[in-house]
């Protein structure tokens, strides 16, 4: 069984960056695609960003597209997000998921397995 586990998130100020990182453990030979997802109070949970874990090929939500940067470490097991010019509508809490093979890479329902997720609060 695969656990993930954020971390890196904070109160920032509108402009600022923060780095999210999700470490992974555990038995992860089935794991295929990684994502980052949002959550704002009263708001559905969104996809933020997935890689592949084994070829590195990226998406992007288009509200953080140019800003945010997903990538993995895979000696290190970790995956991370890089977010770049903040703004007071990324409050959320973030939270990282693994899928195994098939369904949409965008769909939360796809994901088997979810951290416990991160407050990312920007004030303006």
């Known amino acids: 069984q695969v656990q993930l586990v954020e971390s890196g998130g904070g109160l920032v100020q509108a402009g600022d960056s923060l780095r999210l990182s999700c470490a992974i453990s555990?038995?992860?030979?089935?794991?295929?695609?990684m994502a980052w997802f949002r959550q704002a109070p009263g708001k559905e949970r969104e996809v933020v960003a997935y890689i592949h874990w084994i070829t590195g090929t990226t998406a992007y939500a288009d509200s953080v597209k140019g800003r945010f940067t997903i990538s993995r470490d895979n000696a290190k097991n970790t995956l991370y997000l890089q977010m770049n010019s903040l703004n007071p509508e990324d409050t959320a809490s973030y939270y990282c998921?693994?899928?195994?093979?098939?369904?949409?890479?965008?769909?939360?329902?796809?994901?088997?397995?979810w951290g416990q997720g991160t407050q990312v609060t920007v004030s303006s």
């Open positions: 998921a693994s899928k195994s093979y098939g369904g949409s890479s965008s769909d939360a329902n796809q994901y088997q397995i």
């Open positions: 555990g038995r992860i030979f089935n794991m295929f695609v």
